[in-house]
């Protein structure tokens, strides 16, 4: 009762937006003669007046009622169609950013030329998003010719196209293409290392086909760009893993021989100083040591002594005394591994040269400076001095990683070994994880440790959902056959208005009550029957299934039947398209999953429309009411004849899942027999209330993941613009300028206490970090240091950092400098964010598995988003200075080589893979001489941050 009095209200505000439009449904037609009257010259002619009154200013809602004239007088002369009146208003909601249900066949792509045509006036470019190449391109040709007539022109993004034809799309008036092609498109123009090279304009105005499917069907699997972490050298774990053994054995026997010793210390009461210190040199030794972990959890308090004089010793940097009698030591929490002198001598012994990594900056120093040395032969010499500096730095990473393997990864606990392959165990839940990578060569060093196979490895460069992609855009219209049952999604997430527009001719599709039976096998027999009987009289029949594989088992049972019929399978766009424009021609029987060959237009053959029109059979109903809409929506085009029927059964998922009591108790009441289906429009309803259960539940699932997507997409956003000003070809030098200030106060910050006097500050501290951060030694007289401040010493420490950024400027040239800035920006925004995307995959999973207590999961992700994001962006301060400060040659060619070579091994995904993401943890900070991030195994310095 209540529902129907809702709906008469909700129909009725539909009706009252709709009777808005009514007055400019008039204005159009009033124009018609007038236009109708037009030369073709004329008529063309208009298009360059509209431009020239919205180029002054004039509002593109009082130029639509004489553009929807022009356009469909246009498309009169050229196509033979006269664009509907409800085409009209169709036209008029798109325009106004909403979403026009029109049904299927009721001619919506023709409706989409006038708010296309009208909004490309302004040159910024209109997109209409199809959900396959092959509509994008019936389109473009279909209503080119529309749009071509008036001037405009088209162009159209498939897949296989270059990036100079995507331009030249994209340049277009107007652009057809799917969604994929528009979401990748941005991805990878945000990737790009040149303005120039990128292919899209500022999104502004989108025309989404069949909406629903692409922003919620669709919307809940990310578009994913990924490609291989730059290994070169797999072998090399190989190659260190028995000098990494050798290691584990000599530091075991020292550790053991430590810890025996503190044991007896202990065992005699004594606590002292000493016996905490050999303990430490214990945890720094083997953090994981079985003994040790038991020791420390019987005494809490000898625990937390280790720790006090770990700290202690830390701030006091006196540390390396504790760890010089070790071979490595380890810092779990930093994820620091480190070889000590004595380690060094152990792995690399004699051959030292071989291992070391040499300075390369200096090496290049000593080529150059040396005159005996022509030009060609200090090339040849410097890139020997390179290729063993890159080797040096690959066997370095791997003996890292390696130590991480053998000292902090146990088999059966963080990881298994199954079938030749290390998998990854959960931490919180302890379920294995196939598919996932540690990244950074640590998976590699776990696989050689346990001898299987060292793989390669995958990793996520950008990512984007439909949802956030076409949020973009400044307006945004979608239309469908099926919207309604959707609009409070739409309006929620999207913002946008849901208008039914009437249709054309009335609707006379006879839409049957559901019939039910017991079992699947009865539904599909009287499926069979139903066909059989409507063939024989010439009917044609359009079956609906819910996958695949009931599309072949069905055919199977046609087959034997010898009914003749065709089968599609979502495999061949064009192909399907082809079989499903004849599904309305005289005897065809065709079985389709129910999105298959959507957006092709059935047509119905002769002497069909006598029969009764198309028939559709549902074998099954859907979780969503839309999509049995959809599949109903194929018959009954343009006031055509038509009937549907639905056939279910008990054992279908929709019923046995959700159909609950309810269900039960009403077959009871019917009474239901063997073999004997059930008509009633009460399990109808009971049906329809289950779909709507479903629907909710799955709109509350697709909110969370967009909740926690747009934690990620506002980052997203900051770091492209980052980005793109960097590309922007305005000067990076007042950005560096203040990077370098903040870097200073924050140094200063560190090492000088609020309160504390200047004899009190920590120089040598500042002098390390000086030097860490800017390459430069910092001393300062000792009888001037009285007289500072802490601001004082802020402002000469910028004021010393700013005079050796100038001279490296005029080093290079001002322009050149300028070129640097850009590049090593990129450089460093694009690792560290790539890398910053798998950490928030990494804590998403986490958190989703954590117990966060009382805690709402997604307000601790929030939090801890943006935390990891106040560190990125810290952290691109850093390097960015810290290359600039250091950098010698610039070659951009060499840039340019290794962006060609990446993209060469990119892969798109969309689905499917989603979750197969590699885990990578945020390792701390990276120096110039430690290995690079991005898993090259070469020098920070060398490799991303050049
Ligand atoms: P939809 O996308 O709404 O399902 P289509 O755009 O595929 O529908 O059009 C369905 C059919 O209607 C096409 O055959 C098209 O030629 C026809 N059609 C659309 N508009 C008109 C019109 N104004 N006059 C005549 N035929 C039309
Ligand atoms: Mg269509």
């Known amino acids: 009762m209540i529902g129907s009095l809702l709906h008469k209200i909700f129909g009725s505000k539909n009706e009252r937006e709709l009777k808005k439009l009514q007055p400019i449904v008039d204005r159009i037609n009033s124009l018609e003669l007038e236009v109708r009257s037009l030369s073709d010259e004329g008529l063309q002619a208009k298009t360059g007046i509209f431009r020239e009154r919205i180029g002054k200013g004039e509002a593109l809602d009082d130029v639509l009622p004489e553009a929807f004239a022009v356009v469909r007088e246009a498309s009169v002369r050229t196509l033979r169609m006269r664009h509907f009146d409800v085409q009209l208003i169709g036209g008029i909601v798109l325009h106004q950013g909403k979403i026009a249900e029109m049904k299927t066949g009721e001619g919506k792509t023709l409706a989409a030329t006038l708010p296309a045509y009208l909004n490309a006036l302004t040159g910024r470019g209109v ?181 006090r004089l770990e700290g202690q010793l830390s701030t006091q940097k006196l540390l390396p005394e504790i760890d010089q009698d070790l071979f490595c030591f380890i810092e779990e929490n930093n994820n620091i591994v480190e070889l000590t002198e004595k380690g060094l001598q152990l792995i690399y012994g004699g051959r030292s040269d071989d291992y070391i990594v040499p300075d390369l900056d200096e090496e290049f120093q000593k080529i150059d400076e040396n005159d005996a040395l022509d030009a060609t032969e200090k090339k040849i010499q410097r890139q020997k001095a390179e290729a063993g500096y890159q080797d040096a730095s690959e066997r370095f990473h791997a003996t890292r990683q390696l130590i991480k393997a053998y000292w902090l990864f146990n088999r059966d606990v963080q990881y298994v070994v199954k079938d030749g392959q290390v998998i990854i165990v959960d931490e919180f839940t302890g379920r294995m994880m196939p ?131 065709e089968v599609l399978n979502a495999k061949n766009h064009e192909r399907e398209a082809e079989i499903v424009a004849k599904a309305g021609q005289k005897g065809r029987v065709t079985i389709s999953t129910n999105m298959a060959g959507r957006g092709t237009d059935i047509v119905l053959g002769e002497g069909v429309k006598e029969l009764g029109g198309l028939h559709i059979i549902g074998t099954e109903r859907h979780e969503s009411r839309r999509v049995d809409n959809q599949l109903r929506g194929r018959s009954g085009r343009q006031g055509d004849e038509g009937s549907s029927r639905f056939y279910l059964s008990l054992e279908d998922d929709l019923l046995r899942i959700f159909g609950g009591e309810r269900m039960s108790s009403i077959m009871e009441r019917l009474g239901m027999e063997e073999g004997e289906p059930i008509e009633h429009g009460m399990i109808s309803k009971a049906i329809e209330n289950a779909q709507k259960k479903v629907e909710a539940h799955n709109f509350e699932i697709r909110k969370h993941l967009l909740e926690y997507d747009d934690v990620m997409n506002q980052q997203r956003e900051v770091i492209y613009r980052q980005r793109r000003e960097s590309l922007s070809g305005q000067s990076l030098r007042p950005t560096v300028e203040e990077m370098i200030t903040e870097l200073a106060e924050g140094i200063v910050n560190r090492f000088c206490g609020k309160d504390a006097l200047p004899d009190e500050w920590d120089m040598r501290g500042i002098q390390e970090a000086v030097f860490n951060q800017f390459g430069l030694r910092f001393v300062m007289e000792e009888s001037k240091l009285d007289e500072l401040t802490r601001e004082g010493l802020s402002a000469l420490l910028t004021e010393t950092a700013m005079k050796a950024y100038d001279a490296k400027e005029t080093t290079f040239g001002a322009d050149e400098f300028r070129q640097l800035e850009r590049m090593v920006m990129l450089q460093v925004v694009d690792n560290l964010w790539k890398e910053h995307l798998l950490a928030m995959d990494h804590l998403k999973e986490g958190i989703g598995l954590r117990g966060y207590g009382q805690q709402d999961p997604l307000v601790v992700y929030k939090r801890e988003g943006f935390d990891m994001f106040g560190e990125l962006i810290e952290r691109i301060k850093e390097e960015t200075v810290r290359f600039l400060f250091r950098v010698q040659i610039a070659r951009p060619e060499e840039i340019a080589a290794k962006e060609k070579v990446k993209q060469e091994k990119i892969s798109y995904s969309h689905g499917g893979d989603g979750g197969k993401t590699p885990v990578r943890r945020a390792e701390k900070k990276v120096g110039r001489n430690e290995p690079c991030p991005c898993g090259s195994g070469k020098k920070y310095k060398k490799c991303c941050g050049k």
Do not use: C
């Not at 972490?229 to 550790?255: G, W």
């Not at 002292?272 to 214990?282: A, F, H, S, W």
């Not at 390669?456 to 959902?465: G, V």
């Open 127 to 307: 997109h209409v998003v199809t959900v396959n190449d092959y509509l994008a391109r019936r389109d473009t040709e279909w209503m080119g010719a529309i749009y071509r007539f008036l001037g405009l022109s088209v162009g159209t993004i498939v897949h296989g196209l270059d990036d100079l034809q995507r331009q030249q799309a994209y340049r277009a008036d107007i652009t057809y293409g799917t969604n994929n092609e528009f979401g990748f498109d941005y991805l990878r123009d945000n990737m790009k290392f040149s303005r120039q090279s990128m292919v899209q304009r500022d999104p502004y105005y989108a025309i989404v086909d069949e909406v629903d499917s692409i922003l919620i069907d669709e919307a809940r699997t990310p578009l994913i760009i990924s490609g291989p972490v730059e290994h070169a050298a797999n072998q090399v774990y190989e190659e260190m893993k028995p000098r990494v053994i050798k290691l584990k054995a000599n530091q075991d026997r020292l550790v053991h021989s430590i810890l025996d010793e503190a044991m007896k210390r202990l065992d005699q009461d004594d606590a002292g100083d000493q016996t905490v210190e050999m303990l430490l040199k214990v945890k720094r030794g083997d953090p994981k040591n079985p003994r040790f972990l038991d020791l420390v959890a019987k005494y809490p308090g000898l625990k937390k002594g280790i720790e």
């Open 435 to 565: 598919g996932r990578r540690w990244s950074d060569g640590l998976h590699q060093a776990v696989e050689a440790k346990e001898g299987v196979k060292v793989a390669e490895e995958n990793q996520t460069l950008a990512t984007i959902t439909f949802q956030n992609y076409f949020r973009m855009y400044e307006k945004l219209a979608g239309m469908t056959g099926t919207a309604d049952t959707e609009a409070p999604e739409f309006k929620k997430i999207y913002g946008l208005d849901v208008l039914v527009i009437p249709t054309n001719e009335p609707m006379i599709r006879i839409d049957n009550s559901d019939v039910i039976y017991k079992t699947e096998a009865e539904k599909f027999r009287a499926v069979v029957e139903e066909i059989r009987a409507l063939h024989k009289k010439g009917q044609p029949v359009l079956v609906g299934t819910i996958s695949i594989d009931k599309s072949e088992k069905l055919s199977r049972m046609l087959e034997k039947t010898k009914i003749p019929h």
